[in-house]
């Protein structure tokens, strides 16, 4: 095999998924602060042990590559843990949300039912996922986000006039109908993926959950099912 120079995409997006996963869950069993209130010092300090445990985990395993690109690469990673979470004191003040869930599972470990989707011909569509994250605003709104470590390219066909991107990317209205079956006394629910890296500018893309939505996407699990059961796996 090639020399690995470098840690890879996958390595590094479970890095950062893991570190924010132990440290909203060990925050959430304790007081929060206010939606307008900066994190405390002490998880910004817990949040930097939990990273650099992490980076130094992932280096014994061998899977940062040549040394001196490592220590470029972790020095990066740093940096984006403590400016994540300056970006998080603004996305919760701006708007007015405190964290209520991390790693939200449905239809997996510790007998959590998985999401059905009625797809409106007869047919139901079972899944099972978990979620990165859910805040509740003060009106009682939930945001529901997905960090992404990558680029946001991608995604940039997303809009609320495309909110499934010509049926190419389904998993936001199905976070978002996993959680409205979560919560179904929450007056409205926004979905949405979260940049978290310097590289992607911490943008933020998503759109509130609806009807036309549910709708749509329902119309595109039909077409892939429909697919599937003729033996079509694109």
Do not use: N
């Not at 002490?42 to 220590?71: F, I, K, N, S, Y």
């Not at 006039?161 to 996993?178: C, F, M, R, S, V």
């Not at 409205?188 to 759109?207: C, D, L, N, Q, T």
């Amino acid at each position: 095999p090639e020399e690995l120079l470098r840690i890879d995409a996958l390595e590094q997006g479970s890095l950062v998924h893991d570190v924010l996963e132990g440290w909203l869950c060990e925050l959430l069993d304790g007081a929060l602060p206010a939606a307008t209130d900066a994190w405390p010092a002490a998880a910004r300090d817990r949040l930097r042990e939990l990273a650099e445990q992490a980076c130094g985990d992932a280096e014994a395993r061998g899977v940062t590559g040549h040394p001196l690109l490592w220590r470029r690469d972790r020095r990066r990673l740093l940096l984006d843990f403590e400016q994540f979470l300056s970006r998080d004191d603004q996305r919760r003040a701006s708007l007015r949300l405190t964290p209520l869930s991390t790693e939200l599972a449905f239809g997996m470990a510790h007998g959590s039912e998985p999401l059905s989707i009625d797809l409106g011909d007869g047919r139901t569509l079972r899944l099972r996922g978990r979620i990165d994250r859910v805040d509740r605003a003060e009106s009682g709104a939930l945001v529901v986000a997905d960090y992404k470590t990558g680029g946001a390219y991608r995604y940039r066909d997303l809009t609320v006039e495309t909110p499934l991107a010509d049926g190419t990317k389904l998993q936001l209205p199905i976070y978002g109908l996993a959680v409205q079956s979560a919560h179904p006394d929450a007056p409205e629910i926004h979905i949405e993926y979260w940049f978290v890296s310097s590289k992607a500018r911490w943008e933020r893309i998503g759109y509130p959950l609806t009807t036309d939505v549910v709708e749509r996407l329902r119309h595109t699990l039909r077409i892939v099912v429909d697919g599937m059961a003729t033996g079509l796996f694109p």
